[in-house]
């Protein structure tokens, strides 16, 4: 008999079960070893954000304690300006901000290098180390300016 090749087309195209004859049981058809193809189906963004957030949890300890005196720089800065010395952050307050810093920077920037780390690293510790030389620089300069002229030091 005389058979309908796009109905036979069909058939192979068919995954083993039900409607397929015994004779094609063994045989992978035509998608061979990859299996049947899977259909695209467009990821909404909150599901690919969520799969993203997946890997950007992990963080490196030591990451974390590197952005820990980074986050204290600003509110230094800004308690020695106003004298208030309440102002300074805390190491509890900078490990509460530096995790989800860390984590934002994987996020951001999944392939930052190591010599990245390396050079943030320098850059704060560089700052710190200069930072109470140029405090007492201030202090000096301003005993200097509240002085009269005519006292001798």
Not at 3 to 30: C, H, N, S, V, Y
Not at 32 to 39: A, E, Q
Not at 45 to 62: F, H, L, M, N, S
Not at 76 to 93: F, S
Request: aromatic share 10%.
């Amino acid at each position: 008999m005389f058979k309908d090749p796009k109905k036979e087309f069909e058939d192979k195209l068919k995954p083993p079960g039900e409607d397929t004859p015994p004779e094609a049981e063994g045989k992978k058809g035509w998608f061979g070893k990859f299996g049947k193809k899977k259909s695209r189906q467009r990821r909404t963004a909150e599901e690919i954000i969520q799969d993203r957030i997946k890997g950007a949890i992990t963080v490196d300890p030591k990451q974390v304690e590197l952005f820990k005196p980074v986050l204290k720089i600003p509110f230094n800065v800004w308690a020695d300006n106003i004298k208030i010395e309440q102002l300074r952050l805390k190491d509890e307050e900078a490990q509460s901000l530096a995790l989800p810093i860390a984590q934002l920077i994987n996020y951001y920037l999944p392939r930052l290098s190591p010599i990245g780390y390396v050079w943030l690293s320098f850059g704060i510790t560089s700052f710190s180390v200069m930072q109470i030389r140029l405090k007492l620089l201030a202090d000096i300069r301003k005993e200097k300016k509240e002085k009269p002229k005519g006292a001798k030091v």
